[in-house]
């Protein structure tokens, strides 16, 4: 079992950052495949980013690529996602996820059912 709390949402102003960190409590999540998603109001839940325990291999959105950073400090158990040049098309609440399975396709990690652990996610709002 897994519990993992995100954190570090808030209000920014366009073309500001954020750094989210989500914690990992009970089994180290350092043998995970961990992913963020978020989800915006009406819409469905996105793949925003994922790393691999392996090699820490990182997949990442086209939304988000070049603007976006997932990383994980395995000695905290704490997965962090860098958000640079935020947009206001960013607005949404961002979510933790962890994923048994860990030897899957890398487009297998962008489904949100193929995630056995969720936070409780954090709000992030960017105003223009």
């Known amino acids: 079992q897994v519990q993992l709390v995100e954190s570090g949402g808030g209000l920014v102003q366009a073309g500001g950052s954020l750094r989210l960190a989500c914690a990992a409590s009970g089994r180290t999540a350092s043998s995970y495949v961990m992913g963020w998603f978020r989800q915006a109001p009406g819409k469905e839940r996105e793949f925003v980013a994922t790393?691999?325990?392996?090699?820490?291999?990182?997949s990442y959105a086209d939304s988000v690529k070049d603007r976006f950073t997932i990383s994980r400090d395995n000695a905290k158990n704490t997965l962090y996602l860098q958000m640079n040049s935020l947009e206001p098309e960013d607005t949404a609440v961002y979510y933790c996820?962890?994923?048994?399975?860990?030897?899957?396709?890398?487009?297998?990690?962008?489904?949100?059912?193929?995630?056995?652990?969720w936070g409780q996610g954090t709000q992030v709002t960017v105003s223009s």
């Open positions: 790393i691999r325990p392996s090699l820490d291999s990182t």
């Open positions: 996820a962890a994923s048994l399975r860990t030897n899957a396709f890398h487009m297998y990690y962008r489904i949100p059912g193929n995630y056995n652990y």
